[in-house]
């Protein structure tokens, strides 16, 4: 079981940036690492996945709602992975959660569903006014 804390989100005007932080209990141990997901969910609509990383050797995957807006990045040290979200807009405003997997890669086909993840983050709410 991997335990996950979230922290960053909060309001922001369309354009600018916001970062999320997701630390893990679990990280590289062994031939295992963390595939790490971040989903989002607005009222009304189904969790979306928009992206993904893999601890051991940095392996990302974008949706392609936010590709070349988001990026992933992790800090060993401390366990972390960090999504930075630029360029925000209004339809980024959701409620975004990490979720991770301990295996041996990111599943590539399925990295962005529910299914795919067996432990979630509280999530954390990003709001985009214009």
């Known amino acids: 079981q991997v335990q996950l804390v979230q922290s960053g989100g909060g309001s922001v005007q369309t354009g600018e940036s916001l970062r999320l932080s997701c630390e893990a209990s679990v990280w590289n141990d062994g031939a295992l690492g963390v595939c790490l997901g971040w989903f989002r969910q607005a009222p009304g609509k189904e969790r979306e996945g928009v992206a993904a990383?893999?601890?051991?050797?940095?392996?990302?995957y974008y949706s392609d709602s936010v590709k070349d807006r988001f990026n992933i990045s992790q800090d060993n040290a401390k366990n972390t992975m960090y999504l930075q979200m630029n360029s925000l807009r209004p339809d980024d405003t959701a409620t975004y959660y990490c979720?991770?997997?301990?295996?041996?890669?990111?599943?590539?086909?399925?990295?962005?569903?529910?299914?795919?993840?067996?432990?979630w983050g509280h999530g954390t709410q990003v709001t985009v006014s214009s």
């Open positions: 979720a991770a997997l301990r295996s041996i890669r990111c599943p590539p086909l399925t990295w962005n569903e529910r299914i795919s993840y067996t432990d």
């Open positions: 990383r893999y601890s051991r050797d940095g392996m990302t």
